[in-house]
Nanobody, 126 residues
Framework: QVQLVESGGGLVQAGGSLRLSCAASGRTFSSYAMGWFRQAPGKEREFVAAISSLGSTYFADSVKGRFTISRDNAKNTLYLQLNGLKPEDTAVYYC????????????????????WGQGTQVTVSS
């Protein structure tokens, strides 16, 4: 069992930046593929970014060039750097982990993931 705890959300003006963190429990974090998703009010949860166990990355078109995903396996932590924030980025952001994954594979659908965090709120004001 893996527990995921997100942090780093908050209120920021349009054009600003935030860095989200996702702390994972357990000793096998380095072998998991990880992802970030978000859910805005009244909308379905959507894919944001993913990173494979060996660091390959993949981004949704809506965030490409503005967001960066990274991981620190020594700290069991996943990050999402959010730059150039827009009001439409306002959502609850969730991290997710997949326990059986190819070392270079990234995953972008909800059903691909086995574990989820509780989410952290990001609000971007115009």
């Amino acid at each position: 069992q893996v527990q995921l705890v997100e942090s780093g959300g908050g209120l920021v003006q349009a054009g600003g930046s935030l860095r989200l963190s996702c702390a994972a429990s357990g000793r096998t974090f380095s072998s998991y593929a990880m992802g970030w998703f978000r859910q805005a009010p009244g909308k379905e949860r959507e894919f944001v970014a993913a990173i494979s166990s060996l660091g390959s990355t993949y981004f949704a078109d809506s965030v490409k060039g503005r967001f960066t995903i990274s991981r620190d396996n020594a700290k069991n932590t996943l990050y999402l750097q959010l730059n150039g924030l827009k009001p439409e980025d306002t959502a609850v952001y969730y991290c997710a982990a997949r326990k059986n994954s190819g070392p270079f594979r990234t995953y972008y659908t909800l059903r691909d993931y086995d574990y989820w965090g509780q989410g952290t709120q990001v609000t971007v004001s115009s």
